[in-house]
């Protein structure tokens, strides 16, 4: 069975004092998913999946953390296709969503941002949300814990 690799990337940034994930909805369906394509030569998974952010969703971004990979099979032409696709969390640096060069308007309907905790209702696939719940996990062990008011003393 041939095989593919790709990268992709999970954005998240604060928008209006929430957590909120940079999604695509591809030209044609009618689906919400995350950026990401194909490795081209030369390319760390990485930085393909930087680029595939970027030329997506119209961000500039720079690394955080590998959030690892998700594998499935499909079919293509009658051929039966083993993907793996390696993700990444990406913080934001640059660029707007949404804002992408013409030709990407062949790939991409749209971009755009939602709230994080919209993810596993609003993304198409099961590996993506899975990847994005990761990611969620990641960012919430980071966090500083919520204070509580004790007023004990």
Request: net charge neutral; proline share 5%.
């Given at each position: 069975m041939p095989r593919?690799?790709?990268?992709?990337?999970?954005?998240?940034?604060?928008r209006e004092g929430a957590p909120a994930l940079a999604v695509i909805r591809p030209r044609g369906r009618m689906v919400?998913?995350?950026?990401?394509g194909h490795v081209d030569q030369g390319e760390t998974f990485d930085q393909a999946a930087a680029?595939?952010?970027r030329e997506e969703t119209g961000l500039e971004v720079e690394l955080d953390a590998p959030l690892g990979s998700i594998e499935y099979v499909y079919q293509f032409r009658g051929?039966?296709?083993?993907?793996?696709?390696?993700?990444?969390?990406?913080?934001v640096v640059g660029g707007q969503i949404d804002n992408l060069d013409p030709k990407m308007r062949l790939e991409v309907e749209e971009a755009r941002w939602i709230a994080l905790g919209d993810a596993q209702q609003l993304l198409a696939y099961r590996g993506e949300r899975q990847?994005?719940?990761?990611?969620?996990g990641?960012?919430?062990?980071?966090?500083?814990?919520?204070?509580?008011?004790?007023g004990g003393g």
């Amino acid at each position: 069975m041939p095989r593919e690799a790709s990268a992709g990337g999970v954005v998240v940034s604060e928008r209006e004092g929430a957590p909120a994930l940079a999604v695509i909805r591809p030209r044609g369906r009618m689906v919400w998913a995350l950026p990401k394509g194909h490795v081209d030569q030369g390319e760390t998974f990485d930085q393909a999946a930087a680029r595939e952010v970027r030329e997506e969703t119209g961000l500039e971004v720079e690394l955080d953390a590998p959030l690892g990979s998700i594998e499935y099979v499909y079919q293509f032409r009658g051929k039966k296709i083993f993907k793996q696709v390696h993700f990444f969390l990406f913080r934001v640096v640059g660029g707007q969503i949404d804002n992408l060069d013409p030709k990407m308007r062949l790939e991409v309907e749209e971009a755009r941002w939602i709230a994080l905790g919209d993810a596993q209702q609003l993304l198409a696939y099961r590996g993506e949300r899975q990847v994005v719940s990761r990611a969620a996990g990641l960012l919430e062990a980071r966090s500083p814990a919520p204070r509580t008011g004790s007023g004990g003393g």
